[in-house]
Nanobody, 125 residues
Framework: VQLQAYGGGLVQPGDSLELSCVAS????????VGWFRQSPGKEREFVGG??????RIYYADSVKGRFTISRDQDSVFLRMNNLKPEDTAAYYC?????????????????????WGLGTLVTVSS
C-alpha cells in the first residue's frame, strides 16, 4: 500500500487549502485514515481521521471547526480553513487496516502501518 499527500503550498493567514491523500489501491473501505502534521523540532501530531466506514470522524482540538475531513472512492481530503501560522507543518496521511471493524481512527502515529510522503503547508504573511 502506498499513500501520497498532495496540495500543500504557501498561503496567508486566513486562507484555505485542501490536501488530498491518494492510495495505490482502493483501500479506503477497509482502512482507517489519519492526517498528521509535523513541524521542525516537534513530534508528529494527530490532526484528524476517519474510520473505515467514513462515519466516524475526529479532529484535534487545535483544528476543530476549521478543518474538515472527507473522502470519495479514491481519495481522502483535508479541507483547511482559516489557516494560522501555527498550522505550518509537513502534513502526512496514514492508513491502518481495519477489516470489518469500524473503530474510531487512532490518534497515535504508531498505530498506523502505512504512511505517505508529506506535503508542506506554510502559513505566512
Amino acid at each position: 500500500v502506498q499513500l501520497q499527500a498532495y496540495g500543500g503550498g504557501l498561503v496567508q493567514p486566513g486562507d484555505s487549502l485542501e490536501l488530498s491523500c491518494v492510495a495505490s489501491e482502493r483501500l479506503f473501505n477497509t482502512f482507517a485514515v489519519g492526517w498528521f502534521r509535523q513541524s521542525p523540532g516537534k513530534e508528529r501530531e494527530f490532526v484528524g481521521g476517519l474510520s473505515r466506514s467514513g462515519r466516524r470522524i475526529y479532529y484535534a482540538d487545535s483544528v476543530k471547526g476549521r478543518f474538515t475531513i472527507s473522502r470519495d472512492q479514491d481519495s481522502v481530503f483535508l479541507r483547511m480553513n482559516n489557516l494560522k501560522p501555527e498550522d505550518t507543518a509537513a502534513y502526512y496521511c496514514a492508513a491502518k487496516y481495519e477489516g470489518a471493524w469500524d473503530r474510531a481512527p487512532p490518534r497515535l502515529a504508531s498505530d498506523y502501518a502505512y504512511w505517505g510522503l508529506g506535503t508542506l503547508v506554510t502559513v505566512s504573511s
